[in-house]
Each structure stands twice: as structure tokens, then as C-alpha cells.
């Protein structure tokens, strides 16, 4: 049996992974009504997860989803550590899956709030 604040930890990490998915859900709803082709959704790799890989007319998109109670909140919820992580993760899903991004390829950043309201930053950040 669970001690009190392992039972609290473990119900707010099943609501955190509820809300997660769902802003997920609606980042890939957004990406598909704007001419996207999601690739992969979470896609695991050796160096991190990404949480959508869309491409659209050959430039594909390695795409962070960001959560929180205000669209304000969400746009200061990605680190410099979680920057380099998307960005090694990136590589790593290019040197498997060849042929993708002909027109290149960018880091975009989608922000869900609670009340639904979503914005993309297209080319949020660059290798640097």
C-alpha cells in the first residue's frame, strides 16, 4: 500500500499525463487543420521524446507542446536543458528516419492553455 504523499504524487502524475495528452490532442488537431501531416506523436528516441513530428510540403516541424494555465505560463515552460533535448532528440529521429524535410527542417512550439486557447510559434528556436 501507498504512503499518503506517494498515493498524492501518484494521482497528480496521472492528472499532469491527462492534461498532457489532451493538449497533445488538440496541438495535433491545430498542425492537421493548418496543412500538416503528423508523423509521430511522443515519438521516442535514444536521446528524448518529441511530442509531434508533423511535415507540410516537404519541411518538417519537430514540435513542443507546452501546457499550463495561461498561454503566458506555457510560453516560459521550455528550457534551455529541454532546448538542447529536443534538439539532440531531433537528430536522433533523422538519422532514422531518413528522406523527410526536403525543405528543411524547424523547431515550432505550440501553447495550450486551460481555458483551450492554443498558439503556435512557428521556428521557435534554431541550432545554435
Known amino acids: 500500500m501507498r504512503s499518503p504523499p506517494e498515493a498524492l504524487r501518484a494521482a497528480r502524475g496521472a492528472v499532469a499525463e491527462r492534461a498532457g495528452r489532451a493538449a497533445e490532442a488538440r496541438a495535433r488537431d ?3 487543420a493548418e496543412g500538416w ?3 509521430a506523436a511522443r515519438a521516442r528516441t535514444p536521446a528524448g521524446e518529441i511530442d509531434l513530428i508533423a511535415e507540410r510540403a516537404g519541411l518538417l516541424a519537430f514540435v513542443e507542446v507546452k501546457a499550463r494555465s495561461s498561454l503566458r505560463e506555457a510560453a ?6 529541454q532546448r538542447a533535448r529536443l534538439l539532440a532528440a531531433a537528430e536522433a529521429w533523422c538519422a532514422a528516419h531518413p528522406g523527410h524535410g526536403a525543405a ?3 523547431f515550432d512550439v505550440i501553447l495550450i492553455a486551460a481555458d483551450g486557447a492554443a498558439r503556435r510559434i512557428a521556428d521557435a528556436f534554431r541550432l545554435e
Open 76 to 81: 516560459h515552460a521550455l528550457s534551455a536543458r
Open 37 to 39: 501531416r503528423v508523423l
Open 104 to 106: 528543411g527542417m524547424r
Open 30 to 32: 491545430l498542425l492537421e
